[in-house]
Structure formats: C-alpha cells, structure tokens
C-alpha cells in the first residue's frame, strides 16, 4: 500500500489513524512504520483496511485499472530499496550515522547504498516545491552540472541545498536559493580543492510530508 494512497482515504472519510487502528484492531505503531518505510503491510491488514474504507484492494493500492493483482504490489515493494534518512549532515562526520539518522524510506534505485535522503529545515529552495520538511534523495557524487541542486557542506557547517551552477568566465560556482528572500552563496573551484566546500549529492527526487 502506498501511504500517499492511505492519505487520501482518511481525508475523504474524515477520520484518523487513531480512529482506523482502533476500528481495524491495527497497532498505530503499524501505521507509522508503514509510513517510514520500516514496514510492508501485510495482506490481512490490507483487507481489514480496505473494509474499513468501503473500498476495494485494488482502489486501496492505488491501481485505477484493476489489473494489478496484490501479488503484483509485493513484488514491486521488494523491488524498492530502503534509503537511509538523514536529519543533518556536518563537516567532518559520515552522512550517515546514529545521531543523524531518522529512519528509512523506499526509493525506486538500483543500489541504496549510493543514495541518502536529507530532511529539508528551512524555506530556502520553497519555490521549486521543496520546503521544510520535505524529504530530498540524493545521489551521492562531489560534482554537479548547471542546475543540479546539491546538497553540500560549506565552511564546516551543516549541509546546505541549493542550485548548482558555474561559470566557465568568471570561474565562479553559485549555490543559489529558491527564494528572493535568501542570498546565493558565492564559491570558487579552489574552495573545493581546499576543502572549504564539498558538494554530497545531486538531488534526484523530494518527497513533501504532510
């Protein structure tokens, strides 16, 4: 079951997790892993869910055709890896540690360990839909192209998200916000050299949370 799907499902019944984890007999606990990605439903809890609902699997795991058979769902949700989420990255410290980490969440990728999730804090990048606390995968990579937005560490702080872009006359690399309220960050290649800047990731996909 996609969560998105079960979202919607609650607003259009008017009604909570508490309310359905007490209906079906379903540990809220449950719920919220499913939400986190620590957790595939199971296909009786599907059905107590979808009873609830009024509603078929099939409109439950979000298919309109109804060709997508419960079979179908598990074997695309195995196919999905768990990413790790991180809350902060800092200067001097894995991307991922005990510390840092949030939890985990599906991402539709071929190997997880190259990717993370960064938990957005802030309204820098709110104009291209990402505002705080969205969740943003990034490939891990140090470069980017015109564009990328980035996640990268500057002069030891956490790690920032901005817009990549560089110019070849000036030999000048901006991070640029989203957001007229905020200025860009100005960098040049040897910030990079010297360890002053160091770009994590490109962002690949963000997830707005609700």
Same mark, same amino acid.
């Given at each position: 079951?996609?969560?998105?799907?079960?979202?919607?499902?609650?607003?259009?019944?008017?009604?909570?997790?508490?309310?359905?984890?007490?209906?079906?007999? #379903?540990?809220?606990?449950?719920?919220?892993?499913?939400?986190?990605?620590?957790?595939?439903? /199971?296909?009786? /809890? =599907?059905?107590? #869910?979808?009873a609830f609902f009024g509603v078929g699997l099939d409109e439950l =795991?979000?298919?309109?055709? +109804?060709?997508?058979?419960?079979?179908?769902? &598990?074997?695309?949700?195995?196919?999905?890896?768990? $990413?790790?989420?991180?809350? $902060?990255?800092?200067?001097?410290?894995?991307?991922? @540690?005990?510390?840092? =980490?949030?939890?985990?969440?599906?991402?539709?990728?071929?190997?997880?360990?190259? &990717?993370? &999730?960064?938990?957005?804090?802030?309204?820098?990048? /709110?104009?291209?839909?990402?505002?705080? +606390?969205?969740?943003?995968?990034?490939? /891990?990579?140090? &470069?980017?192209?015109?564009?990328?937005?980035?996640?990268? =560490?500057?002069?030891?702080?956490?790690?920032?998200?901005?817009?990549?872009?560089?110019?070849?006359? @000036?030999?000048? #690399? $901006?991070?640029?916000?989203?957001?007229?309220?905020?200025?860009?960050?100005?960098?040049?290649?040897?910030?990079?050299? @010297?360890?002053?800047?160091?770009?994590?990731? #490109?962002?690949?996909?963000?997830? @707005?949370?609700?």
């Open positions: 079951m996609e969560y998105a799907k079960f979202e919607e499902l609650l607003r259009a019944k008017e009604t909570t997790v508490y309310q359905v984890s007490k209906a079906t007999g #379903i540990a809220a606990s449950t719920f919220t892993d499913w939400k986190n990605g620590r957790s595939m439903p /199971k296909a009786d /809890k =599907l059905s107590r #869910i979808a =795991l979000g298919t309109e055709s +109804g060709n997508r058979t419960l079979e179908n769902f &598990y074997q695309t949700a195995r196919a999905r890896k768990m $990413v790790p989420v991180i809350g $902060v990255i800092r200067a001097g410290s894995p991307i991922v @540690t005990d510390e840092t =980490l949030i939890g985990y969440e599906f991402a539709d990728v071929e190997d997880a360990e190259d &990717y993370f &999730y960064l938990e957005v804090c802030g309204d820098s990048m /709110k104009n291209c839909g990402i505002v705080s +606390g969205t969740y943003v995968l990034f490939r /891990k990579q140090q &470069y980017a192209a015109n564009g990328d937005i980035v996640a990268c =560490l500057v002069d030891g702080d956490s790690a920032t998200v901005k817009r990549f872009s560089f110019d070849k006359k @000036t030999r000048r #690399i $901006v991070l640029s916000p989203e957001n007229d309220d905020y200025s860009p960050i100005l960098l040049s290649p040897e910030d990079f050299e @010297t360890g002053r800047a160091r770009i994590l990731g #490109i962002a690949v996909e963000a997830k @707005t949370r609700f």
